[in-house]
């Protein structure tokens, strides 16, 4: 039903900068949010930042806040994260996804709102 595709990912210097998009396709109507979620080795999942399609209401961790942006481009149905002042704790798979029609409790913030997800993309920020 919705397909996305990351890109963006790389390796990067410790106080450098990365953006990263994620292309979504179908029926992205059907969704209410995009968000990001990374993973690093060794622990578990956590939540990034989540935009909205409509009103482009955002949410952002409190590991990330001020450092990440989270966009959307409603044309190109393609939302990105641009994240500076990269330090070797973000470094992690990315991955983007789609919520559920309505999110619950958390305002889609859980991965449990989120329907459809990418590959994921690989960031490494070295010391």
């Known amino acids: 039903q919705v397909q996305l595709v990351e890109s963006g990912g790389g390796l990067v210097q410790a106080g450098g900068s990365l953006r990263l998009s994620c292309a979504a396709s179908g029926r992205t109507d059907r969704t209410h949010a995009m968000g990001w979620f990374r993973q690093a080795p060794g622990k578990e999942q956590e939540f990034v930042s989540t935009?909205?399609?409509?009103?482009?209401?955002?949410f952002y961790a409190d590991t990330v806040k001020g450092r990440f942006t989270i966009t959307i481009d409603n044309a190109k149905s393609t939302v990105y994260l641009q994240m500076n002042s990269l330090t070797a704790e973000d470094t992690a798979v990315y991955y983007c996804?789609?919520?559920?029609?309505?999110?619950?409790?958390?305002?889609?913030?859980?991965?449990?709102?989120?329907?459809?997800w990418g590959q994921g993309t690989q960031v490494t920020v070295s010391s």
């Open positions: 935009i909205s399609w409509s009103d482009r209401s955002k």
């Open positions: 996804a789609a919520s559920r029609p309505n999110c619950g409790t958390y305002g889609c913030r859980a991965p449990y709102e989120y329907d459809y």
